[in-house]
């Protein structure tokens, strides 16, 4: 029965595009399966649109008992890319999709778990703690709708986040992110008889890339150069180039070093080719973040793992989610796995027994939570 359970919600909200930006059908429906379940919601559409979003936040409580400490789930609603028209499918415990689109358990299938835990709680009817709940917007676009969130509006002073890759798995740290935006800037000229009299801004672009360490970096940081443009037409010596670049590391003061370093070839770049200028700035994505690998929160997790018989596995994540704004904002959060494997591609996949040992480990969890 809970695996049935599991697959058609699931199923149900994979039918529902919800690409970033674009949320608000799955979230109507969110909300109908949580209050449905005994949840109050309280819906906040201002926080999605004014980072250009048709859906909302979504904030919401499941009673329980109050002599036990409460405690956060959160997933999010939207997928990199749309789900259009997609029927996904279960054949001998894998789910997939049709090969053409991404599968969207990433983050679907953590709310059809929590769907499950909050079933479960009711219909076994043993003493837990007050279960909270955060669905945000736009997580796969930077983390913005979590951003917005107000966490005062919850008591739990612990979350768990469901929203990782693999299985018994918890993320207890985490890489933060920076863009590093790169404009270059030379000077246009005709490119048959006046192409001397121009300064090559695509050429100074190659010649600063070069210069920068990318790739791994060190064994915590990574600095990827992902988009690069620039140019109008082949007979003009291009005037402007645009590199955008991400960095990534466990430490804030690795991600200072790099930025420096670019700037450092930056300033190398333009005393190579007079009359090149280039503006190095820097947009943070989210910041790190590294909890105590022994917290209560944790050894309670690993606790309950055990008493199943799945040990956890403590791990470093190398890409952010929503714990990475829960923890700066002072709210102790940890990620846990859901069995989603290659995610944001057309091979996306999910088995539905690792749907199903979340939702054990979160029923032993709340069982066990004092």
């Known amino acids: 029965m809970i695996r049935e359970r599991l697959f058609e919600d699931f199923r149900e909200m994979v039918k529902i595009p919800s690409p970033s930006g674009s949320e608000h059908r799955l979230n109507t429906y969110v909300i109908r399966r949580l209050e449905s379940l005994g949840a109050r919601v309280e819906y906040d559409p201002m926080e999605g649109h004014c980072i250009g979003s048709d859906g909302g936040n979504i904030y919401a409580a499941f009673p329980g008992d109050k002599s036990r400490r409460s405690i956060l789930l ?68 930077g983390l913005q709708g979590a951003s917005l969130m107000d966490i005062s509006r919850f008591s739990s002073k612990e979350a768990l986040v469901l929203d990782m890759s693999g299985t018994d798995k918890i993320g207890y740290a985490a890489v933060g992110a920076r863009d590093i935006i790169i404009d270059v800037n030379g000077k246009a000229s005709h490119a048959g008889w006046a192409i001397d009299e121009g300064v090559n801004a695509i050429l100074g672009a190659a010649s600063l890339m070069r210069k920068m360490t990318t790739g791994t970096v060190d064994d915590e940081s990574v600095f990827n150069i992902g988009l690069i443009s620039g140019g109008e037409a082949v007979n003009i010596v291009p005037e402007r180039a645009k590199i955008i670049c991400e960095i990534r590391s466990f430490q804030e003061e690795k991600m200072d070093a790099m ?109 066990e939570r004092k």
């Open 74 to 141: 959160s997933a999010h609603t939207d997928t990199v890319i749309p789900t259009t028209s997609l029927d996904p499918k279960l054949s001998n415990g894998k789910i997939t999709g049709d090969g053409t689109h991404i599968l969207g358990a990433d983050d679907k299938a953590a709310i059809a778990v929590i769907f499950e835990v909050l079933r479960q709680s009711r219909e076994q009817g043993f003493p837990y703690p007050p279960v909270e709940i955060a669905i945000s917007v736009s997580e796969e676009t």
């Open 259 to 367: 930025v420096k370093e670019t700037r450092d070839a930056a300033r190398r770049t333009e005393e190579e080719f007079p009359g090149l200028t280039v503006a190095v700035t820097e947009k943070e994505k989210y910041k790190p973040y590294h909890n105590d690998p022994r917290s209560p929160l944790i050894i309670s997790l690993q606790k309950a793992g055990e008493s199943l018989g799945r040990p956890q596995s403590l791990v470093r994540c190398k890409g952010g989610s929503d714990a990475n704004i829960f923890n700066r904002k002072g709210l102790e959060s940890v990620v846990l796995s859901i069995g989603m494997e290659d995610v944001h591609s057309s091979n996306e996949h999910i088995f539905l027994d690792d749907m199903v040992r979340l939702t054990e480990l979160l029923v032993k969890f709340l069982k």
